[in-house]
C-alpha cells in the first residue's frame, strides 16, 4: 500500500520508524517541514528532515531526541571559544552533513535533489521529500515580539506563547517535485503526530499540497501528538491552549479541517471525544516508548483505511 505521511522532526520521525516496519519502506513518502530550516555559521540546516532521515538510518540519539548517538561537540566547543555563533546545537557529526548539503544547494541543487542524494547515502529506502524547494519560514508572533522558528525555539527555549504563526514566502512556494505525485499515488495519507501548528501547517502553508489534501479521494489519518491534553514534549499544547483554545481531541483535529478523516487518539484522551464531527476517532497507546510501541501505533493508524 503506498502511503504518504506529512512530518515534523523527532515526533514524526519516530511515527514514520514505525510505519517503514510496518509497510514496505519504499511504498513510504514522507513529506517534511522546512518552516524551521535556518542558516547557522553559513550552513543550511534542515531540522526535521535530518531528524526523519537520522531515525529512518538508525543514527538517531534516543535518549537526548535529536541528533545523532555517539555525537560529539568539539567544532561547535571551537566556535564559542572564537566568539563565534553558538546558540544552535550542531554536533560533529551532524556538521558533516550540513556541509555537504550547503555545498550541494550553493552549487545549484534544488534542496529536494539533495535530501533524495543524503537520503541514499545514508541508506535510506525511503522517500524523504521537503514540502517545498522555495524558501518557506515559520514565524511566531509573542508578546514579547516576532522572533523566526528558531530564535523563538532554541535561544527563547520556546518560553514565549504563541498569538499568531506566520509563513514566511507561502504565498510563491509550490511543492517540491515529486511531492504532488507522491500524493495523487498514496492509497492512504497520514499525518504524523507532530505539533501542528510549527510542524503541519508550514507544509499545508504549500497551497498545492493543501489543495491535495482537500480533494483527498483516499482516507486521511492523523496521530494526535497530545497524551492526557500534554505534550509528550514541546509546546505543542501551550499552543493549542492558546490559540484554539483546548488541548482536546476535538481541538487537535480541528488544526486539520476538512483534511483528515480520523484521528488516533490517546486512550488517555478517550473520555473526551465530542465535537469531532466528520472525524472519526480511533482509540490507542500512542505512546511511542520503544520500537515495538512504534509498530503498533503504525499498525492502528493503517488500520484505519476500510477494507
Ligand atoms: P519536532 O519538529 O522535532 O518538534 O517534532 P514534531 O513536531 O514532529 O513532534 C513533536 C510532537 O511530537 C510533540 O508535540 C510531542 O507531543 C509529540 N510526540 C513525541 N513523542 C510522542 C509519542 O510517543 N506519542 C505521541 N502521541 N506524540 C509524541
Ligand atoms: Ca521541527
Given at each position: 500500500m503506498k502511503v504518504v505521511v506529512l512530518s515534523g522532526g523527532v515526533g514524526g520521525a519516530r511515527f514514520v520508524q514505525g510505519l517503514v516496519e510496518v509497510v514496505p519502506p519504499t511504498d513510504v513518502t514522507v513529506i517534511g517541514n522546512v518552516g524551521d530550516d535556518v542558516e547557522v555559521l553559513g550552513l543550511h540546516v534542515s531540522p526535521d528532515l535530518d531528524s526523519i532521515m537520522y531515525a529512518l538510518a538508525g543514527l538517531n540519539d534516543e535518549e537526548r531526541g535529536w541528533g545523532r548517538a555517539d555525537e560529539s561537540w568539539r567544532a561547535l566547543e571551537t566556535v564559542g571559544e572564537l566568539g563565534g555563533e553558538n546558540w544552535f546545537r550542531l554536533g560533529d557529526l551532524d556538521l558533516g552533513l550540513h556541509l555537504v548539503r550547503t555545498q550541494a544547494l550553493r552549487s545549484g541543487a534544488p534542496l529536494s535533489k539533495v535530501t533524495v542524494r543524503l537520503g541514499r547515502a545514508l541508506g535510506i529506502e525511503t522517500r524523504v521529500l521537503p514540502a517545498t524547494d522555495d524558501r518557506l519560514r515559520t514565524w511566531l508572533r509573542t508578546p514579547a515580539g516576532e522572533f523566526p522558528f528558531q530564535e523563538w525555539f532554541?535561544?527563547?527555549?520556546?518560553?514565549?506563547?504563541?498569538?499568531?504563526?506566520?509563513?514566511?514566502?507561502?504565498?510563491?512556494?509550490?511543492?517540491?517535485?515529486?511531492?504532488?505525485?507522491?500524493?495523487?499515488?498514496a492509497e492512504l495519507l497520514l499525518v504524523a503526530p507532530s505539533n501542528p501548528y510549527v510542524s503541519i501547517w508550514p507544509i499545508l502553508a504549500v497551497s498545492a499540497i493543501r489543495k491535495a489534501l482537500a480533494a483527498r479521494r483516499v482516507p486521511a489519518v492523523a496521530v494526535s501528538p497530545l497524551i492526557g491534553g500534554r505534550a509528550v514534549r514541546g509546546p505543542a499544547d501551550r499552543m493549542l491552549a492558546r490559540l484554539a483554545g483546548?488541548?482536546?481531541?476535538?481541538?487537535?483535529?480541528?488544526?486539520?479541517?476538512?483534511?483528515?478523516?480520523?484521528?488516533?487518539?490517546?486512550?488517555a484522551d478517550a473520555d473526551d471525544l465530542e465535537r469531532l464531527g466528520e472525524v472519526r476517532p480511533i482509540v490507542t497507546r500512542t505512546l511511542m516508548a520503544d520500537a515495538e510501541a512504534r509498530r503498533r501505533l503504525a499498525e492502528v493508524a493503517l488500520g484505519a483505511v476500510p477494507a
Amino acid at each position: 500500500m503506498k502511503v504518504v505521511v506529512l512530518s515534523g522532526g523527532v515526533g514524526g520521525a519516530r511515527f514514520v520508524q514505525g510505519l517503514v516496519e510496518v509497510v514496505p519502506p519504499t511504498d513510504v513518502t514522507v513529506i517534511g517541514n522546512v518552516g524551521d530550516d535556518v542558516e547557522v555559521l553559513g550552513l543550511h540546516v534542515s531540522p526535521d528532515l535530518d531528524s526523519i532521515m537520522y531515525a529512518l538510518a538508525g543514527l538517531n540519539d534516543e535518549e537526548r531526541g535529536w541528533g545523532r548517538a555517539d555525537e560529539s561537540w568539539r567544532a561547535l566547543e571551537t566556535v564559542g571559544e572564537l566568539g563565534g555563533e553558538n546558540w544552535f546545537r550542531l554536533g560533529d557529526l551532524d556538521l558533516g552533513l550540513h556541509l555537504v548539503r550547503t555545498q550541494a544547494l550553493r552549487s545549484g541543487a534544488p534542496l529536494s535533489k539533495v535530501t533524495v542524494r543524503l537520503g541514499r547515502a545514508l541508506g535510506i529506502e525511503t522517500r524523504v521529500l521537503p514540502a517545498t524547494d522555495d524558501r518557506l519560514r515559520t514565524w511566531l508572533r509573542t508578546p514579547a515580539g516576532e522572533f523566526p522558528f528558531q530564535e523563538w525555539f532554541v535561544a527563547r527555549g520556546h518560553r514565549d506563547e504563541v498569538d499568531v504563526v506566520r509563513f514566511e514566502g507561502e504565498a510563491d512556494a509550490t511543492p517540491a517535485p515529486g511531492v504532488l505525485e507522491a500524493l495523487a499515488d498514496a492509497e492512504l495519507l497520514l499525518v504524523a503526530p507532530s505539533n501542528p501548528y510549527v510542524s503541519i501547517w508550514p507544509i499545508l502553508a504549500v497551497s498545492a499540497i493543501r489543495k491535495a489534501l482537500a480533494a483527498r479521494r483516499v482516507p486521511a489519518v492523523a496521530v494526535s501528538p497530545l497524551i492526557g491534553g500534554r505534550a509528550v514534549r514541546g509546546p505543542a499544547d501551550r499552543m493549542l491552549a492558546r490559540l484554539a483554545g483546548g488541548t482536546s481531541p476535538a481541538h487537535v483535529a480541528g488544526q486539520y479541517a476538512g483534511l483528515i478523516d480520523a484521528l488516533v487518539v490517546d486512550e488517555a484522551d478517550a473520555d473526551d471525544l465530542e465535537r469531532l464531527g466528520e472525524v472519526r476517532p480511533i482509540v490507542t497507546r500512542t505512546l511511542m516508548a520503544d520500537a515495538e510501541a512504534r509498530r503498533r501505533l503504525a499498525e492502528v493508524a493503517l488500520g484505519a483505511v476500510p477494507a
